[in-house]
Nanobody
Framework: VQLQASGGGLVQAGDSLRLSCAASGRTFSMRTMGWFRQIPGKEREFVAAVDWSAGSTEYADSLKGRFGISRDNNKNTVYLQMNSLKPEDTAVYYC????????????????WGQGTLVTVSS
């Protein structure tokens, strides 16, 4: 599975942004797709995940209500809608996928995109 993330950029606090992650390859076998983020010098942090078949979602508690994950199975794409962005949301955002596992740990994902930078100015 290959993942290509896009949609990052520079926004102001309070703005919204939508990230996209297009999957290719063995997409028919995917179990879960998720988003993580990472600030330099810190560990990769779980943001949200979606079950590829059922569509059920999971979020980091701190981001519930502001961030929304969705998927388009026909386009093999997962989206992350980010609203009311804050400077502390500044990070490189990575999409991830796995064929068998799910959850909030980076160790549960075997496939990773290249990351897209989101910068939120105050």
């Amino acid at each position: 599975v290959q993942l290509q993330a896009s949609g990052g950029g520079l926004v102001q606090a309070g703005d919204s942004l939508r990230l996209s992650c297009a999957a290719s390859g063995r997409t028919f076998s995917m179990r879960t797709m998720g988003w993580f983020r990472q600030i330099p010098g810190k560990e990769r942090e779980f943001v949200a995940a979606v079950d590829w078949s059922a569509g059920s979602t999971e979020y980091a508690d701190s981001l519930k209500g502001r961030f929304g994950i969705s998927r388009d199975n026909n386009k093999n794409t997962v989206y992350l809608q980010m609203n009311s962005l804050k400077p502390e949301d500044t990070a490189v955002y990575y999409c991830a996928a796995d064929l068998w596992r799910s959850g909030s740990s980076p160790d549960s994902y075997n496939y990773w995109g290249q990351g897209t930078l989101v910068t939120v100015s105050s």
